[in-house]
Structures are given as structure tokens and as C-alpha cells.
């Protein structure tokens, strides 16, 4: 009776099989620990469904408080031209602050970029990038409202300067992750180090840039709205008053505007980035 033939595996295909062993044992891994994260973090998120339940009374009260008694008589009522008008500063507000973000996330993308500046260069600039992120607009904003005074000038620095440590980031990673073959070819031409970004960088990450760009600006009309609220112009300032006022109603219809603008700005956005891609 022969003995049973052993199936002798080539390197290609053992190394093939330790890469997705590997590959199941890290997404196990990390599976197991973000279902400890949210285990550990429960108490401290505060999280009770039961006060949903508890408070439904008051929830169902609240809902019906924004609906106005007299809908015909509210319509005609509200100054439906003024609450638009304070829609475009909002949204005046991000595009200026998303633009002048992106001027200067260019450079400062690339000088995060271990690909293409020195590592004395990258880490200081990381870091300070990743300051301008870890603090909220909102905080950009009180800042800015003491140094510039009210109005939508200091929301717009806000959103610049905290818009710049995103697009930063964003923008870096997309240089790393080019291919460098056409860095390499436009090097063996002699060309000088702008000319390698200019002619090999750039034209691989600008559909991405700009993707990322139109996609902060999204973002940054909801953040302009709120930032109303600590005085930093736009419809914000109107929101927050007609809430303190507790006038739900008319809070409700700027709400409106504001999702009506969002989902407009959301579908031009959208278009952009196909023509973009």
C-alpha cells in the first residue's frame, strides 16, 4: 500500500497564505478591539436608551412646538427674504473661508509629505497642522470675535485657519500615496524639485485635492451656520436668538433654509467632483 503524496506548496503561494492568515488575525484583532472600546467608553458616553422612553412625553411636546398653529398666517408672516439673505453670508462665509484654506493647504500639504520634504520639515509642520485640527471652529470663532470683533469676518478666519490643518492632512496623504515613476522620469531629465511637484505631483493628486476641497466646503456650511451662534455672523445668529426666544416655529423654517441650502450645495458638489474625477 503506497503512502499518501504530500502537497508541497510553492513560496508564492505560502506566502500568499501567511499574508491573509495575517490579514484575518489583524481584522480579528481589531474587531475585538473596537467591541472592547465601546465597552470600556459606555459608561463614560452617558449612554441610556431608557431616557428616550422616559422623556417621550417631553420629546413629543418639543416636536409639536415647532409646528406652528396657524401654518397660512405663519407663512405670510415670516420674513422669508431676510432669513434667505442670511443664508448667503452663511454660505459667503464658507466659501471664503474654504478658499483661502485651500491656498494654504497646498503648500503646507506638502511640506507635511515625508515624499517630498525632509523630515526636519514634515514633523514641525505636522504638528502645528494638527494643532489648527484638534481645536473646534467654534473656538476659532470666540477667539477671532475678541480680536476682530461680531460679524461673519471672524467666522471666516475660523473656518480658515481650522479648515487648513484638515486639508493639510488630507492633502499630504494624497502625495504619499502617488506613484513615483513620473517623479523619478521628470528627475532623470535634470528637472529642480519644483519642477518634479509641479509636473509629477500635482497633476497625479489634483483630482483628489479637489475632491477633498469641495467636500470641506459641504462641511463648511453647516460649520458657518453654527458659528452664528457666538456671534461670528450668518444665519446662526438668528437661529440661536429665535431659540432663546423659545419662537420654535420660526426656528423651524430657518432650519429649513438650512437644509434646503445643504442638500442644493450637496447635489452642485457632487456634479463638481464628477467633472473634477
Given at each position: 500500500?503506497?503512502?499518501?503524496?504530500?502537497?508541497?506548496?510553492?513560496?508564492?503561494?505560502?506566502e500568499?497564505?501567511q499574508a491573509?492568515?495575517?490579514?484575518?488575525?489583524?481584522?480579528?484583532?481589531?474587531?475585538?478591539?473596537l467591541?472592547?472600546?465601546?465597552?470600556?467608553?459606555?459608561?463614560g458616553?452617558?449612554i441610556?436608551?431608557?431616557k428616550l422612553?422616559?422623556n417621550?412625553?417631553?420629546i413629543?411636546?418639543?416636536g409639536w412646538?415647532?409646528?406652528?398653529e396657524?401654518?397660512g398666517?405663519f407663512?405670510?408672516?415670516?420674513?422669508?427674504?431676510?432669513?434667505?439673505?442670511?443664508?448667503?453670508?452663511?454660505i459667503?462665509i464658507?466659501?471664503?473661508?474654504?478658499?483661502?484654506?485651500v491656498?494654504?493647504?497646498?503648500?503646507?500639504g506638502?511640506?507635511?509629505?515625508?515624499?517630498?520634504?525632509p523630515?526636519?520639515i514634515?514633523q514641525?509642520?505636522?504638528r502645528?497642522?494638527?494643532?489648527?485640527?484638534?481645536i473646534?471652529e467654534?473656538?476659532f470663532?470666540?477667539?477671532?470675535?475678541?480680536?476682530?470683533g461680531?460679524?461673519p469676518f471672524?467666522?471666516?478666519l475660523?473656518?480658515?485657519?481650522?479648515t487648513?490643518?484638515?486639508?493639510a492632512?488630507?492633502?499630504?496623504?494624497?502625495v504619499e500615496?502617488?506613484?513615483?515613476r513620473?517623479?523619478?522620469?521628470?528627475?532623470?531629465?535634470?528637472?529642480s524639485?519644483l519642477?518634479?511637484?509641479?509636473?509629477?505631483?500635482?497633476?497625479?493628486?489634483?483630482?483628489?485635492?479637489?475632491?477633498?476641497a469641495l467636500?470641506?466646503?459641504?462641511?463648511?456650511?453647516?460649520?458657518?451656520?453654527?458659528?452664528g451662534i457666538?456671534g461670528?455672523?450668518?444665519?446662526?445668529?438668528?437661529?440661536?436668538?429665535?431659540?432663546?426666544?423659545?419662537?420654535?416655529?420660526?426656528?423651524?423654517?430657518?432650519?429649513?433654509?438650512?437644509?434646503?441650502?445643504?442638500?442644493l450645495?450637496?447635489m452642485?458638489?457632487?456634479?463638481?467632483?464628477?467633472?473634477a474625477s
Amino acid at each position: 500500500m503506497s503512502a499518501p503524496s504530500t502537497i508541497v506548496m510553492s513560496p508564492e503561494l505560502m506566502e500568499r497564505a501567511q499574508a491573509e492568515a495575517r490579514k484575518r488575525l489583524f481584522s480579528y484583532i481589531g474587531w475585538a478591539a473596537l467591541v472592547g472600546l465601546l465597552i470600556l467608553s459606555y459608561g463614560g458616553a452617558g449612554i441610556d436608551f431608557g431616557k428616550l422612553w422616559a422623556n417621550r412625553d417631553n420629546i413629543a411636546t418639543l416636536g409639536w412646538d415647532f409646528i406652528p398653529e396657524n401654518a397660512g398666517r405663519f407663512m405670510q408672516r415670516t420674513p422669508w427674504a431676510f432669513y434667505i439673505g442670511e443664508m448667503w453670508e452663511t454660505i459667503q462665509i464658507a466659501i471664503w473661508g474654504t478658499v483661502l484654506a485651500v491656498i494654504f493647504a497646498v503648500p503646507f500639504g506638502l511640506m507635511c509629505s515625508s515624499n517630498v520634504a525632509p523630515w526636519w520639515i514634515v514633523q514641525p509642520t505636522r504638528r502645528v497642522m494638527d494643532s489648527l485640527r484638534a481645536i473646534n471652529e467654534i473656538v476659532f470663532a470666540l477667539l477671532f470675535v475678541v480680536a476682530v470683533g461680531l460679524g461673519p469676518f471672524a467666522g471666516t478666519l475660523a473656518l480658515f485657519v481650522h479648515t487648513t490643518g484638515i486639508l493639510a492632512k488630507l492633502f499630504s496623504e494624497a502625495v504619499e500615496a502617488i506613484d513615483h515613476r513620473p517623479v523619478e522620469g521628470i528627475r532623470a531629465t535634470g528637472a529642480s524639485s519644483l519642477e518634479e511637484i509641479v509636473y509629477g505631483v500635482i497633476p497625479q493628486v489634483m483630482p483628489l485635492w479637489v475632491s477633498f476641497a469641495l467636500y470641506r466646503f459641504e462641511s463648511n456650511v453647516r460649520s458657518a451656520a453654527v458659528l452664528g451662534i457666538v456671534g461670528a455672523g450668518g444665519i446662526g445668529m438668528v437661529l440661536h436668538e429665535e431659540l432663546r426666544a423659545f419662537n420654535y416655529p420660526t426656528a423651524a423654517a430657518i432650519m429649513v433654509i438650512i437644509i434646503v441650502a445643504v442638500s442644493l450645495l450637496d447635489m452642485l458638489s457632487a456634479r463638481l467632483r464628477k467633472f473634477a474625477s
